[in-house]
Nanobody, 125 residues
Framework: QVQLVESGGGLVQAGGSLRLSCVASGRTFTNTAMAWFRQAPGKEREFVAAIRWGTGSTNYADSVKGRFTISRDNSKNTMYLQMNSLKPEDTAVYYC??????????????????WGQGTQVTVSS
């Protein structure tokens, strides 16, 4: 059983920064992927960023490139999302996700097997 627990959300002014964390427990990590998705009210859950646990290679949505950085700490089984230059349109519930398989397209929501409970990020203008 895999458990994912997010933290670090909150209220911030536009232009500010937040760092989200996702601690994973359960099965041993191999070359699987973990990712952040977000869901704003009335919208579909969308891809934000992903990282391959073994190689550290990353992938970002165009809307966050240059502002967000995904990273992981293997020793702590923890994934991070550093969010800078936040905009009101970044307001959403942010979810941590993990795939239990080696996947090719890390931006596809349906390929992820485990999800956290979400953490709210609110950016005021």
């Amino acid at each position: 059983q895999v458990q994912l627990v997010e933290s670090g959300g909150g209220l911030v002014q536009a232009g500010g920064s937040l760092r989200l964390s996702c601690v994973a427990s359960g099965r041993t990590f191999t070359n699987t992927a973990m990712a952040w998705f977000r869901q704003a009210p009335g919208k579909e859950r969308e891809f934000v960023a992903a990282i391959r646990w073994g190689t550290g290679s990353t992938n970002y949505a165009d809307s966050v490139k240059g502002r967000f950085t995904i990273s992981r700490d293997n020793s702590k089984n923890t994934m991070y999302l550093q969010m800078n230059s936040l905009k009101p349109e970044d307001t959403a519930v942010y979810y941590c996700a993990k795939s239990d398989r080696v996947i090719r397209n890390t931006d596809v929501r349906s390929l992820y097997d485990y999800w956290g409970q979400g953490t709210q990020v609110t950016v005021s203008s």
